[in-house]
């Protein structure tokens, strides 16, 4: 069964740097076959997508609002894939998921996503 696990999350300061951590089990394709996706959901708000990385890693895309201060980055070969967030602002606080998209190319929407992790919490605060 496909499983993913986020890990990494935490309280950091404003200005501050996490990285969160996705590690995959249970593919029925290779893991490289898979687009893996960073969304995020804060109390009251929708779902949105922060960062996208193709199955091979050669493409990756950004929300607007995370854009200079994100990078998405996998290691196929531990079938791991990492989100290093830099100059966190307090609106950067959420619960982090993961998800992989049985497709090597990304989307922007959470419905192609098919498999998701059980999310980590981050909290920018002062």
């Known amino acids: 069964q496909l499983q993913l696990v986020e890990s990494g999350g935490g309280l950091v300061q404003p200005g501050g740097s996490l990285r969160l951590s996705c590690a995959a089990s249970g593919f029925t394709l290779p893991y490289y076959a898979y687009a893996i996706g960073w969304f995020r959901q804060a109390p009251g708000k929708e779902r949105e997508g922060v960062s996208c990385i193709s199955s091979r890693g050669g493409s990756t895309n950004y929300a607007d609002s995370v854009k200079g201060r994100f990078t998405i980055s996998r290691d196929n070969a531990k079938k791991m894939v990492y989100l290093q967030m830099n100059s966190l602002k307090p609106e950067d606080t959420a619960v982090y998921y993961c998800?992989?998209?049985?497709?090597?190319?990304?989307?922007?929407?959470?419905?192609?996503?098919?498999?998701w992790g059980q999310g980590t919490q981050v909290t920018v605060s002062s």
């Open positions: 998800a992989a998209r049985r497709w090597p190319a990304c989307a922007v929407s959470a419905g192609d996503f098919g498999s």
